[in-house]
């Protein structure tokens, strides 16, 4: 069952078991998770940061920049998310998609890069006890995928 739509849900932790047609947002960990759009089951991440996807709120509806191409699935599914709906995008050669990766790590590359020189003339900020015990967001996230 394709899926045309995605409602926003806003959310600490993402649930064990997402439900077709939601979008689930933490903001907390600046990341968003759904069912693909195709219907095939398979759970979409998409992290928000500058060089992954940019998240808008209009007070209703979500929309998600850029397109989701989901490559690594055997559907291959490619939409926007636009005002909550499902816009389908055109499939994409593996030379376009070889070439967007190759943007995406450039210029991840280039945040990294200019993040390290910033890093080095910051003083490092002691951690605290409750700190050093908390999970990460890695680990909550490795959790929750079942790794």
Same mark, same amino acid.
């Given at each position: ?26 903001? %907390?960990? #600046? ?5 693909? +759009?195709?219907?095939? &089951?398979? @759970? ?42 499902? %816009?389908? #995008? ?5 030379? +376009?998609?070889?070439? &967007?990766? @190759? ?45």
């Amino acid at each position: 069952m394709t899926i045309k739509s995605l409602t926003p849900q806003f959310v600490e932790s993402f649930p064990q078991k997402l439900e077709p047609g939601e979008l689930y947002l933490a903001m %907390e960990f #600046a990341t968003a998770a759904h069912l693909c +759009a195709c219907g095939c &089951g398979n @759970k979409v991440i998409t992290p928000f940061s500058p060089t992954d996807w940019q998240m808008s709120f209009d007070g209703e509806t979500v929309s998600l920049k850029p397109s989701i191409g989901n490559w690594t699935f055997k559907c291959r599914s490619h939409y926007w998310v636009r005002s909550g709906r499902i %816009e389908w #995008a055109g499939n994409m050669s593996q030379e +376009a998609i070889n070439a &967007g990766r @190759k943007r995406d790590a450039e210029a991840k590359a280039q945040v990294q890069s200019s993040r390290s020189v910033q890093n080095v003339v910051r003083e490092p900020t002691p951690l605290t006890h409750e700190q050093t015990e908390a999970p990460s967001f890695i680990d909550k996230l490795k959790k929750w995928l079942g790794f």
